[in-house]
Structures are given as structure tokens and as C-alpha cells.
């Protein structure tokens, strides 16, 4: 028998049927800025050949994971990015897959070092 999906999401707000942003785009729009940035940070963290550029980039990396989770929390406390609970055996399922895919991309044992 199917279960009925649970969302956890605090109750959201009225919204303004004004055309100016409001307080939910803006949020949507930093997090989404700050989603790319982290990326961008990223990806120049591991490109960096000079250490102390290297250890500037992983600081600047850290504050920018920070600034998201923030701008997350914000943005669930308001109702504005409800989560879905998934049945137990639908994530199992999921791990277990994820789990063979990588298993069959890693070499063997013994030949990392």
C-alpha cells in the first residue's frame, strides 16, 4: 500500500501580488548567487598552484557553504523550501545504487595509494 508523502515546511506567509520583488525572490535569488559562487570558488580551489592563494580560496569557500546553509534555514523557517520525507526503503534503494555505481567506477583495492 502507498504511503502519503509528508512535507515538512513551516506555514508560509501570505504573498504580496505586487510585480516588485519580494522577500521570497530575493532569497531565491542569493541563494542562488551564492550556489554559483560556491561552485565558481570551487573548481579555482582546486586549480590553485600557490598555497597561500590555495588556503585563501578554501576560507573564501568555507564563508560561502556558510552564506548558503543561512540563506536555506532562512528560507525553510519562512516555508519558502519545504522538504520531502521519503520512505525508508525508497532511500535504501537509493544508497544502494549509489553505492554499486561507485563501487564499479573506483579501481580495484590496492591500486590507490
Known amino acids: 500500500m502507498a504511503q502519503a508523502r509528508t512535507t515538512i515546511s513551516p506555514p508560509a506567509p ?3 501580488p505586487s510585480p516588485a520583488m519580494n522577500d521570497r525572490d530575493i532569497a ?3 541563494l542562488a ?3 554559483s559562487l560556491t561552485s565558481g570558488l570551487n573548481i579555482t ?3 590553485a598552484s600557490n598555497d597561500a592563494l590555495h588556503q585563501d580560496l578554501m576560507n573564501m569557500l568555507q ?3 556558510q ?3 543561512r ?3 532562512f528560507m525553510f523557517a519562512q516555508g519558502w523550501y519545504p ?3 521519503e520512505e525508508q526503503a525508497k532511500v535504501d534503494e537509493a544508497f544502494s545504487q549509489f553505492d554499486q555505481k561507485l563501487k564499479g567506477e573506483l579501481p580495484p583495492q590496492g591500486m590507490l595509494q
Do not use: C, G, T
Open 28 to 30: 531565491n535569488a542569493l
Open 63 to 65: 564563508d560561502s557553504h
Open 14 to 16: 501570505a504573498e504580496s
Open 83 to 85: 522538504i520531502d520525507v
Open 67 to 69: 552564506a548558503v546553509r
Open 71 to 73: 540563506i536555506y534555514n
Open 45 to 47: 580551489a582546486w586549480e
Open 33 to 35: 548567487l551564492e550556489k
